[in-house]
């Protein structure tokens, strides 16, 4: 029985010695990989195919990105011949009214602050003598805060883009005062250039946000847009010295600027709305919705116009640049025949233009001088946007009497300039 049990377990011993030299004769390893000359010779020829197909489609894309550069270097547009007309020689040939030379607005939808910024600083030195640089951006930073609290409160029923009327920067100067330029220029990167496309599209991408989603919360919404205009345009300042004293932007455009927004008034002339009253001036960038346009006939809206800039004034003015007659490298705009003749541009016409959308409010310039050359009236207009950068005087313009009369439409004023059309109000 003692044998039986030792040859058992000895052959149990046995057996687990066999089994582990088993398992240890079949342990996993990595092996070079054998290849399949078939898959091998399909996968070249695949390459190939693919290869010759891009090299097809690069040839037919390089002809179509040459045939489109050809296309925008020949493109033409239908404008004007200026060979016959007379105009003045150069902005020296008018007689002109203090103002800054002229700024760019560059990638920037902004001219309404350029032209009205342009227009305070002239103010500032026709009633205190004083040359006062100011910056643009500052009243572009809080016209942002003020749309987008409206779009808030509106539940995103407002307009909303970066334009604006000319008369904006009085509002937002009553409400948060101004700076000079050298305080805050408006921009964050080192290139020191205004470029507002990636602004915009983080600004409206957070919109469509808040609304898609319903979040109208004010004081986060505002703190959020307040991070990305800080991003992009700088923090504008609490306070800052100037002239040896430290001074909020409130009190620098109250006690240094001393414009007084209740002296300026805007004036529109439209049969859409009755004459000599106030009333809404029904476009896109009247944002908020103004009804404080003084509404007259054309011939007294241009002679208001006329007699501020002659007697030294200058006028911001807001409307049309998208005409035959207004190009750039002849730094003129004048309304040709083949549009309509001189003798039928009247209320009537003007009207018209406006309300088939012919006549737009694209653009926001500054008035400054007058002369008069080949029996016209002439202005100098001083022009941020690139179309003035195009011709010989950069940054000018030189606008006809018949241009003005048809394709602009709103006009800011000191009210000085409009002391018999606001008898007229006051008697009503």
Not at 116 to 134: A, C, P, Q
Not at 169 to 183: D, N, Q
Not at 276 to 301: G, I
């Amino acid at each position: 029985m003692g044998r039986l049990i030792y040859y058992l377990l000895l052959g149990v011993t046995i057996g687990v010695m066999a089994i582990s030299a088993a398992a240890q004769s079949e342990r996993v390893k990595y092996v070079p990989r054998v290849p399949y000359p078939v898959f091998e010779k399909l996968d070249k020829m695949a390459d190939s195919i693919k290869a010759i197909g891009d090299s097809a489609t690069a040839a037919i894309r390089d002809r179509q990105k040459k045939a489109k550069e050809a296309e925008k270097n020949n493109r033409k547009e239908l404008r004007f011949d200026f060979s016959e007309v007379v105009k003045p020689a150069s902005p020296e040939a008018f007689k002109s009214a203090f103002y800054f030379p002229p700024v760019a607005q560059e990638n920037s939808s902004t001219c309404w602050s350029f032209s009205s910024t342009s227009f305070i600083e002239s103010e500032i030195f026709r009633l205190t003598g004083r040359k006062m640089k100011l910056s643009e951006m500052f009243t572009v930073y809080h016209e942002y805060i003020l749309k987008v609290t409206r779009f808030i409160r509106e539940r995103g029923d407002s307009k909303f883009g970066p334009g604006s009327e000319g008369n904006a920067i009085l509002r937002v100067m009553a409400e948060y005062g101004a700076v000079p330029e050298e305080v805050y220029p408006g921009w964050t990167l080192p290139d020191k250039h205004h470029n507002h496309g990636s602004l915009e599209n983080e600004i409206d991408a957070y919109l469509d946000m808040i609304k898609t989603h319903n979040y109208w919360d004010e004081e986060q919404d505002l703190a959020t847009l307040k991070l990305i205009l800080d991003k992009y345009l700088g923090k504008p300042p609490e306070s800052f010295a100037f002239e040896g004293k430290t001074m909020t932007p409130k009190e620098f455009s109250r006690d240094v600027v001393k414009i007084n927004p209740d002296d300026y008034i805007i004036i529109m002339s439209t049969l859409s709305k009755p004459f000599y009253t106030k009333a809404l001036f029904d476009v896109y960038d009247n944002w908020w919705r103004d009804s404080s346009y003084y509404n007259v006939p054309l011939d007294e809206w241009y002679g208001i116009f006329k007699n501020a800039i002659k007697q030294g004034m200058t006028v911001e003015i807001g409307g049309d640049n998208s005409e035959p007659g207004y190009f750039g490298p002849e730094n003129a705009a004048v309304i040709p025949d083949f549009d309509i003749p001189q003798n039928y541009i009247n209320q009537d016409s003007r009207e018209f233009r406006m309300n088939n959308g012919t006549t737009g409010d694209d653009h926001g310039l500054h008035v400054v001088g007058f002369a008069q050359a080949g029996g016209h009236d002439w202005y100098l207009i001083k022009d941020s946007g690139s179309g003035s950068r195009k011709g010989k005087y950069n940054g000018f313009l030189f606008f006809r009497d018949d241009y003005v009369r048809l394709k602009m439409m709103a006009v800011l004023v000191h009210k000085d300039a409009a002391r018999e059309m606001l008898k007229k109000f006051k008697a009503k």
